[in-house]
């Protein structure tokens, strides 16, 4: 057994990441044969990519995948700890399938896995209180997989196994893509931000760029396999490669990734302080580079920044907006925290301030859940529930309209489309534009795959509409 150590998590070390490969745990190869696995993904597009690979090593060891989460043998929570709503519906989840083992399929096996399998206290409790989960595993040891499976199945114990410090980078872990023409690509891995709201610096560890012949590599091959769309992911992109204080940054990256010829080049997330003047320049050269950055500012009052640790001011954000929107046809989206301590209504205005400058194209919003572990839970929260809910009504309610307000600029255009499927609308088909908004529209179903040019003819505040050309 081993358990996940908040103080360990916290530590950085100046030690060198090193580069292993995977290796299939051969005791382990037919175990699933005759089960079926549901994997449910909470959280980020990290956390979809590693189910990615959860399936795919599921399925080496002969597992067939099930839709339906009520018939399978084998169930696996993929965890998100970033707000408390996403550790309750986890926690829902843990009760509903502790009812499907007591009541309906006695021999399911139960596994828990992602970020809040980092956390301490989760351990602990899911240890003391949900003994019918059958196995834990990190966000470190995800390649482990089979070798915690391998004992999952032969042993009566609850299995657990989290490692609390990141350990070398795993090269070659399978992967069973959702789609067939777009496709993640990890470029590094863990966060050293530390912004003082936020866990993800310890579920997921120290930052560690991937080598970047293994990165052009993979792009390469999804090339030739036919995708069309690439999305580079870390939690701070732009920093790539400053950990192994290399020359080659992500502008390097990104130019090496948008030569490949790939037809479309998407990465997330920036985080300001590392955009580079270069990056800028490099996004403007490559039409394949699309023209859509989500640059999250979580507040826009500077003292309210510099509580959260971001390490930039109002006016150093909008300096770089402007810059940003230099890019033709540039969309730009945001996230934002409201009700962070010590936010007061002059606080809050100042971010309205922001908002009604940048206009944003499109945004996530959030009231600040404290996150155990991390500075600001300790901080002085004097505001209500109440009050923050208000503000964050208010600042949906002034965002929304500038969502429609670029959407309707759009109509009457015709944008190219990457298209995903059958839309939800009854005979639409569904997809993004290059500027990363979702558009339903009338067309032909050969184009599912396609990059096709569709005619903008309607907007709404989360969507547009259109006529295929
Ligand atoms: N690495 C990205 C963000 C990852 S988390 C970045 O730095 O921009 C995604 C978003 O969740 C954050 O941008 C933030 O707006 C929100 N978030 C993170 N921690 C939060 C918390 N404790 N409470 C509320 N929102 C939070
Ligand atoms: Fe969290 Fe900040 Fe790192 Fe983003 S940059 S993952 S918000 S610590
Ligand atoms: Fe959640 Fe972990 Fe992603 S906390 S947002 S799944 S990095």
């Known amino acids: 057994m081993q358990l996940p150590d908040y103080k360990e998590a916290r530590k950085r ?23 079926t696995y549901h994997v449910k993904t909470y959280g980020c597009q990290m956390n979809e990519h590693d189910t990615e690979n959860i399936e795919a090593m599921l399925e080496q060891l002969g597992f067939v995948k099930e839709d339906n989460q009520d018939k399978a ?3 696996i929570l993929n965890t998100c700890s970033i707000r408390e709503n996403a550790h309750n519906k986890a926690f829902g989840m843990l009760g509903r399938l502790k009812h499907l083992k007591e009541e309906t399929n006695k021999d399911l096996v139960i596994g828990i896995c992602g970020c809040m399998a980092q956390e301490e206290k989760v351990v602990n409790e899911i240890m003391k209180k949900y003994k019918f989960v059958n196995f834990v595993f990190g966000t470190h040891n995800l390649h482990r997989l089979p070798y915690i499976l391998e004992e999952a199945f032969k042993s009566k114990k609850q299995v657990i ?3 609390s410090k990141e350990g070398n980078i795993v090269e070659g872990i399978p992967v069973r893509r959702a789609s067939k023409f777009k496709a993640y690509v990890n470029i590094m891995y863990g966060c050293d931000k530390f912004c003082t709201y936020c866990i993800v610096p310890y579920t997921r560890g120290k930052q560690r760029s991937r080598d970047k012949d293994d990165i052009l590599r993979e792009v390469k ?6 995708y069309k769309e690439v999305t580079l992911l870390g939690q701070n992109v732009n920093a790539y490669g400053k950990d192994f204080n290399s020359s080659y940054k992500m502008e390097n990256l990104l130019e090496d990734v948008a030569k490949t010829g790939i037809e479309r080049v998407r990465f997330m997330t920036s985080h300001p302080w590392d955009f580079t003047d270069e990056m800028i320049d490099v996004i403007k050269k490559y039409p394949n580079i699309m023209p859509s950055i989500h640059l999250p500012v979580q507040s826009g009052s500077s003292k309210v920044l510099k509580l959260m640790g971001r390490r930039y001011t109002k006016e150093e954000y909008i300096t770089l907006f402007d810059k940003l929107r230099t890019i033709p046809n540039v969309s730009i989206s945001t ?3 409201v009700g962070f301590p010590s936010e007061d209504e002059s606080d809050f205005n100042e971010t309205l301030d922001l908002v009604n400058y940048c206009k944003f194209d499109n945004a996530y919003t959030f009231i600040f859940s404290p996150r ?16 923050k809910e208000e503000r964050l009504y208010k600042l ?7 969502f429609l307000e670029s959407n309707k600029k759009m109509v009457g255009k ?10 939800e609308k009854d005979g639409m088909l569904c997809g993004y534009t290059d500027t990363n908004k979702l558009i339903n529209f009338t067309g032909d179903v050969d184009s599912i795959g396609k990059i096709v040019k569709v005619e903008v003819t309607d907007a709404k505040t989360w969507s547009l509409d259109g006529k295929q050309k």
């Not at 100046?14 to 175990?31: L, S």
């Not at 091959?221 to 036919?226: A, H, W």
């Not at 944008?415 to 059958?422: E, N, P, S, T, Y």
């Open 335 to 337: 996230d934002i925290i």
């Open 396 to 402: 949906n309610e002034i965002m929304n309209k500038y």
């Open 161 to 163: 196994e989290v490692f």
């Open 414 to 423: 015709v944008v190219d489309v990457l298209v995903d499927g059958q839309s």
């Open 73 to 75: 043998d084998l169930v």
């Open 372 to 387: 155990e572990g991390t500075p600001a839970e300790k901080f002085k929260d004097m505001t209500t529930l109440h009050e």
């Open 221 to 226: 091959k999804l090339v030739e396999d036919g």
């Open 13 to 35: 070390t100046r030690e060198e990441i090193k580069k292993e490969n995977y290796v299939i745990n051969q005791n382990a190869i037919n175990i699933g044969l005759n089960k």
